[in-house]
Nanobody, 122 residues
Framework: QVQLVESGGGLAQAGGSLRLSCVAS????????MGWFRQAPGKQRDLVAS???????YYADSVKGRFTISRDNAKNTVYLQMNSLKREDTAVYYC????????????????WGQGSQVTVFS
């Protein structure tokens, strides 16, 4: 099993920045890809950004150029730096991890964090 504990998030003004962190514990040696999904009220949960053990990254078109995902293997931690925030970035952000890939159906993702609320106001 793998446990994911998130921190960060909160309130930010449009144009501002926030950083999310996610610490993994347990059978972390089995994990290949880690990343972040988000879910706004009434909408589906979508992949925002991910990073593999080989540091290959993926970004949703809506966040390219604004968000940066990084991974510190020594600390078993993945980060999501969110800059130039927009109101439409408001959502619950979930850290996720998988032994294969996160670019799959949400129902197939193996491990989830508890979720962190990000609210952007103007």
């Amino acid at each position: 099993q793998v446990q994911l504990v998130e921190s960060g998030g909160g309130l930010a003004q449009a144009g501002g920045s926030l950083r999310l962190s996610c610490v993994a514990s347990g059978r972390i040696f089995s994990i290949d890809e880690m990343g972040w999904f988000r879910q706004a009220p009434g909408k589906q949960r979508d992949l925002v950004a991910s990073i593999t053990s080989g540091n290959s990254t993926y970004y949703a078109d809506s966040v390219k150029g604004r968000f940066t995902i990084s991974r510190d293997n020594a600390k078993n931690t993945v980060y999501l730096q969110m800059n130039s925030l927009k109101r439409e970035d408001t959502a619950v952000y979930y850290c996720a991890a998988d032994r294969t890939t996160l670019r799959t159906r949400v129902a197939w993702v193996e491990y989830w964090g508890q979720g962190s609320q990000v609210t952007v106001f103007s």
